[in-house]
């Protein structure tokens, strides 16, 4: 069954985004989630597929000019953190762009919480960069994304280091082997898996998270896993 929500994103959203779009239907397609996909209403997934590419190239050009001296290990770890769902989510989220009022959704997906979903949000969030590129060109994007991303990017000056390199540096520190992944299961369509992943120390302690990629399955269950270790002491 359909959402109730309106069928067209507000003025507001648009006066939020910075742009006057040419084809609404680039936002509109940008706020469809795939429980309302069919019938010739396109979701956001492909939108969500060249958002994260624009996004990408945005925010490794803010990283590239505001730290000229760092090499491109530490540059890496800060794009990662960057972009990142939970970066995504929180720009997406009541305190930035709220996505969520604008989100087209199925009922069964509305009741669920999507408009409250982190990962909805994120894929939202790219979706819309990507819309405002089609629309409007990279200079679009960038309007959007600069003022928003370029705070973040002083918030902390020192290089962030992902979960896995805190959780090995922790394991060695106690003498243990490093840490060891598997994965455990696998779901979804095969156009977009979602990945769960268990994370298990020397010691027999260990943790699951799920993530699009293997890759953000690991990091995801290698911080639940400092989160457990941390919360115990």
Not at 80 to 96: I, N, S, W, Y
Not at 134 to 147: C, M, N, S, T
Not at 176 to 196: I, K, M, N, Q, W
Request: with cysteine.
């Amino acid at each position: 069954m359909a959402s109730t929500s309106a069928a067209a994103p507000s003025s507001d959203l648009a006066a939020r985004l910075g742009h006057a779009f040419a084809d609404p239907g680039h936002l509109a397609r940008a706020l469809t989630h795939s429980s309302r996909a069919g019938g010739g209403v396109e979701s956001y997934e492909r939108l969500e597929f060249l958002g994260d590419r624009v996004l990408g190239c945005l925010v490794a050009e803010l990283l590239y000019r505001r730290f000229p001296h760092e090499n491109e290990g530490a540059l890496g770890k800060r794009f990662a953190a960057l972009v990142r769902r939970e970066t995504l989510a929180e720009v997406a989220g009541p305190g930035g762009l709220d996505l969520g009022p604008h989100l087209r959704l199925s009922r069964g997906e509305e009741e669920s919480g999507g408009r409250e979903n982190p990962a909805t949000l994120s894929d939202a969030c790219e979706a819309v960069i990507a819309a405002l590129y089609l629309d409007g060109g990279l200079e679009a994007a960038r309007r959007l994304v600069e003022p928003i991303w370029a705070p973040l990017l002083e918030a902390d000056l020192t290089p962030p280091q992902d979960a896995k390199t805190r959780l090995q540096e922790w394991a060695q520190g106690l003498g243990l082997p490093l840490p060891c992944y598997e994965e455990v299961a696998r779901s979804g369509p095969d156009h977009a898996p979602v990945f769960t992943l268990r994370v298990t120390l020397g010691d027999g302690r260990s943790a699951e998270a799920e993530g699009r990629s293997k890759r953000a399955a690991e990091q995801a269950a290698a911080a639940a896993l400092l989160a457990e270790l941390e919360a115990v002491g």
